[in-house]
């Protein structure tokens, strides 16, 4: 579900205080664009960067920028993925923003800063138009190593590093992705997928997708994927309608019911995905 572009410029503010005129016009930008700027998808740009980037495992993974899209932080993720599972990241999000858009949000935060809502630097954002570039003020103070990815691929983050290192140190590994119903299981095959595509194709990784999948044999990693209630009932509905909603009800739940009391995945797993 996507975030309403006001709140990510409050959590931005809050987050980094320092952010100049031209940090938030950054936010904007990637927030409507989903993509730092032309080129960021070079393989080569990506190469250097990451090796001037210091590793630094207490910066999050991601952050959430609105729009359906996330900043994957590069120093925390270069211990784990490569060049090319961070770029199959990226092949993922869907660039459909509009110069509409962005004026809209630029419009909000020059307002934001007029009003004292954020603070007075804000109020020169529109003087920055076409320039996607952090402050070194910014740079100094927070870094600014970075690429763009959906939101919905944030949570999957963790177990992507879980399943890299493994890969380090095994042949071979199997890895289960169980939850209940419209828990965001499938998605993260596909992105799963997407990232270690190599490894599939050579057998070096294989998944089992599927409620039970715990239930069904032993496992090197096993996630376990969850979510509100409200919004598994609107995945389901938005899939089949009301009636797959009601049919979930009569028949599937009280099957999920039954297992997860008898297994506890959300215990008995490495990792617990909430999506």
């Known amino acids: 579900m996507r975030t309403n572009f006001y709140d990510i410029l409050s959590s931005h503010s809050r987050a980094y205080p320092k952010m100049l005129a031209e940090d938030y016009y950054a936010l904007a930008y990637e927030s409507e664009y989903g993509e730092v700027c032309d080129g960021d998808n070079d393989a080569q740009l990506l190469l250097d960067e990451l090796s001037?980037?210091?590793t630094d495992v207490l910066?999050?993974?991601s952050v959430t920028i609105g729009g359906g899209y996330a900043r994957l932080n590069l120093a925390p993720i270069k211990a784990y993925l490569s060049v090319d599972n961070i770029l199959s990241l990226m092949s993922l999000t869907a660039k459909e923003g509009s110069s509409d858009g962005l004026n809209r949000k630029?419009?909000?935060?020059?307002?934001?800063?007029?009003m004292g809502i954020l603070p007075q630097n804000a109020r020169d954002v529109d003087k920055f138009d076409g320039k996607v570039t952090h402050s070194a003020l910014y740079k100094r103070l927070y870094g600014a190593s970075y690429r763009i990815i959906l939101s919905d691929v944030a949570p999957i983050i963790p177990g992507l590093c879980l399943i890299s290192e493994a890969l380090g140190k095994a042949e071979k590994i199997t890895v289960a992705l169980d939850g209940r119903k419209a828990s965001g299981k499938s998605f993260a095959c596909k992105v799963i997928s997407t990232v270690f595509a190599s490894e599939l194709e050579a057998g070096k990784l294989v998944i089992?997708?599927?409620f039970g999948s715990f239930?069904?044999?032993?496992y090197d990693i096993k996630f376990y994927f969850d979510t509100d209630e409200e919004s598994r009932k609107m995945r389901i509905i938005e899939a089949g309608g009301d009636i797959a909603w009601s049919k979930y009800e009569s028949e599937t739940r009280p099957e999920e019911d039954v297992y997860i009391e008898k297994y506890e995945p959300a215990i008995n797993c490495d990792l617990v995905i909430r999506t």
């Not at 630029?106 to 007029?114: D, P, W």
């Open 52 to 54: 001037k980037t210091k």
């Open 59 to 61: 910066e999050p993974f």
């Open 106 to 114: 630029i419009s909000l935060i020059h307002r934001s800063g007029v």
């Open 208 to 210: 089992n997708d599927g």
């Open 215 to 218: 239930g069904s044999g032993n």
